[in-house]
């Protein structure tokens, strides 16, 4: 089992050196202008990117928001079970998140899609609708990097396949993003 660990880490560390750090500095612009303009954030995805996503918006709704001279506004459309279980029973899954933006979502909103294969049909129609109704999207893929890649208007490729090292490193961005925001002064202000 050494070994196994020694290995996992090994490749860990790899994953986690793919984040491409000039796309993250422009992800946290787009956070920032969100947050000065009182844009909606949206954040979202499936199984354990499901959980990232809840994650990272109570990292940025609470911490973060304790620090800026503004707070964010933000919600995981995975959150809401009795909405997103009426909609998959009378629509269907594909449309999860797309209808919760339908309701809720206005142009110059920023929407933050997780997912390691890149091609969740939910997560592909929901980017599909939001390019169309003029939201700015942010998609955090995996190594295959799927249609998420062609949709979304800024990618951030983890270069890995392993669901886990990918999720991992995921977690990873969503960390750095709200922590720069609850460390860098120059992010706090207006």
């Known amino acids: 089992m050494i070994n196994y660990f020694s290995e996992y880490i090994r490749l860990q560390k790899k994953a986690l050196e793919s984040i491409p750090k000039e796309t993250l500095t422009e992800v946290i612009g787009l956070f920032k202008s969100a947050l000065d303009h009182e844009q ?30 503004k707070r964010f506004r933000c919600m995981s459309l995975n959150d809401n079970t009795s909405w997103i279980t009426a909609i998959g029973n009378d629509y269907s899954f594909d449309d ?43 998609a955090l893929v995996g190594g295959k990097k799927g249609k998420l890649t062609e949709l979304a208007d800024t990618v951030m490729v983890v270069d890995d396949t392993h669901y886990g090292r990918v999720e991992d490193a995921h977690m990873g961005i969503c960390h750095m993003i709200a922590y720069a925001f609850m460390e860098k002064t120059e992010l706090q202000k207006p």
């Open 96 to 138: 999860i998140f797309k209808r919760q933006l339908m309701n809720m979502a206005k142009p110059g909103d920023l929407l933050m899609v997780l997912s390691v294969s890149g091609n969740s049909p939910n997560l592909v129609k929901a980017v599909e609708w939001a390019k169309a109704n003029r939201l700015h999207s942010i």
């Open 40 to 69: 909606q954030v949206f954040v979202f995805g499936n199984g354990g990117s499901a959980a990232n996503a809840s994650h990272f918006v109570t990292d940025l709704g609470k911490g973060s928001s304790d620090k800026t001279h």
